[in-house]
């Protein structure tokens, strides 16, 4: 992988992590993991919501992954 700039991204090591936690969460619980960008101006809505289902999340969710659902820039 590079940038458009032709340089290997910053915290790939970090990205291919997540991407292979997302991998196996979405197999193990059969569900599908996305992401999207959310505009400013609606990203109060996006962060109660996040904060919201954070709440919610069963107990079974490792908690490094739980954490990360509250914050939301």
């Given at each position: 992988?590079?940038?458009?700039?032709?340089?290997?991204?910053?915290?790939?090591?970090?990205f291919l992590?997540?991407?292979?936690?997302?991998?196996?969460?979405?197999?193990?619980?059969?569900?599908?993991?996305?992401?999207?960008?959310?505009?400013?101006?609606?990203?109060?809505?996006?962060?109660?919501?996040?904060?919201?289902?954070?709440?919610?999340?069963?107990?079974?969710?490792?908690?490094?992954?739980?954490s990360?659902?509250?914050t939301?820039?």
């Amino acid at each position: 992988m590079r940038t458009v700039a032709g340089r290997t991204p910053t915290n790939l090591d970090l990205f291919l992590e997540i991407d292979r936690e997302i991998d196996a969460l979405e197999r193990e619980r059969n569900v599908q993991i996305g992401f999207w960008h959310v505009s400013r101006k609606h990203n109060a809505i996006a962060d109660r919501l996040a904060t919201a289902a954070a709440l919610r999340a069963p107990p079974s969710i490792p908690p490094m992954l739980s954490s990360n659902i509250l914050t939301v820039s």
